[in-house]
């Protein structure tokens, strides 16, 4: 695995937490970590096997952790838990409407949907007035690709 597809894999792990509406904090260290991943000069899992972590910016206890599952399986089990996460139906709007995950999710919980065909039910049927900032912005954008008029 190189070190496009680690911070690839950490970026899914940070949007599906966004989508799910947990600690920001937590998406956000998985965004930088992904970063740090991305501009390193050599493979991570060498510096990950020379326990050399000072080398990678953001690589914090339960980061390294996964880093080091990551050089030896490929995998990073917390990413697979999530991935089982109904939040996992949504992923793909955030590319498809060129959306943010946490306003996307918030939505989501907003309206209490089970899935896209769900969302977007209710959001057909739902007065847009009542919505703010980023969140009015992805439901119209939704709504938009959608060809739906809203009022």
């Known amino acids: 695995m190189n070190n496009i597809e680690a911070a690839e894999m950490f970026l ?7 989508l799910a509406g947990e600690l920001p904090f937590k998406a956000r260290s998985y965004r930088k970590i ?18 050399r972590f000072d ?8 980061i390294k952790e996964k880093l080091r599952t990551m050089v030896e399986t490929e995998r990073i089990p917390t990413l697979e838990k999530w991935r089982k ?3 996992k139906l949504f992923y793909r709007w955030l590319t498809l409407y060129d959306i943010k995950p946490r306003p996307l999710g918030m939505l989501i919980r907003l309206l209490d949907a089970s899935d896209c065909e769900d969302l977007l039910k209710k ?3 739902y007065d847009l007035k009542k919505l703010t900032g980023q969140v009015k912005q992805t439901a ?3 709504l938009d690709k959608n060809r739906i008029v809203y009022y």
Do not use: M, R, T
């Open 140 to 142: 119209k954008k939704i």
């Open 12 to 18: 899914e792990l940070a949007d599906l937490i966004d």
């Open 34 to 51: 992904a970063q740090s991943l991305k501009n390193l000069k050599q493979p991570f899992a060498d510096i990950v096997k020379e326990n």
């Open 55 to 62: 080398k990678i910016p953001g690589a914090g206890k339960a």
């Open 123 to 125: 959001l057909k049927s």
């Open 85 to 87: 996460h109904h939040v």
